[in-house]
């Protein structure tokens, strides 16, 4: 064997093993990345059925012809706001995800307010429309809490790749960056629960 293959051998084995390493760590950064931008729009699933079933519970309340107008307006319009912030998936950053988690937050705090003015209006109570409703608000907010934890999952997977030695160096050549997770509202710590009362 001639003298003069062993060095180019050797040149083609640490290439073949970079490129293998370098194309390893690349397709599972694009996996778990697409991973987390479909648990962001599962996210975006689960809020948005909470808006239509919101659009559903206000037709109901609104039947009620003496009650609170100023507490539906609030629900309408917080709705509305909600329902116009979207955050693309491929754009999760700070201030697009703090965005939407204020409108959210907004239209949290109206419902809840318009739950808690319902429990004056003993025959709105007793609606079975909005009972039904009552409980599919209750399941969907439960469901947005699992879609935000599993949002914030994967993200923490794609994070922790791209983090670790000697990933980060490869994440910077290719241009992977950090991911967004999903945080609480400040103060949301001390927030009152929604409650479904059936009686």
Known sequence: MKKWLIPIIVI????????????GFNNTAVTLQEDAKTAW?????????RNDLI??????????????RN????VIE????????????????????????QAQ?????????????????PDLKSNQNFMNLQTQLEGTEN?????????????GEYNKH?????????AGWFGFEEMTRYQADEGSEDAKEVEFNFD
């Open 12 to 23: 083609v084995i640490v290439g073949f093993g970079f490129y293998s390493w370098t194309k």
């Open 41 to 49: 729009s599962n996210v975006e699933s689960a809020y948005q059925r």
């Open 55 to 68: 659009g559903n519970l206000v037709k109901t309340v609104q039947g009620a012809a003496d009650f609170e």
């Open 71 to 74: 507490t539906l307006t609030e």
């Open 78 to 101: 917080a709705r509305a706001k909600a329902t116009s912030v979207n955050v693309d998936a491929n754009n999760l950053n700070p201030e697009s995800i703090k965005q939407f988690e």
């Open 105 to 121: 937050g907004g239209l949290t705090s109206a419902l809840s307010r318009l739950l808690v003015s319902v429990e004056r209006y």
């Open 143 to 155: 469901r947005i809490n699992v879609e935000r934890n599993r949002y914030n999952e994967t993200v």
């Open 162 to 170: 791209i983090k670790i030695f000697p990933n980060s160096i490869f």
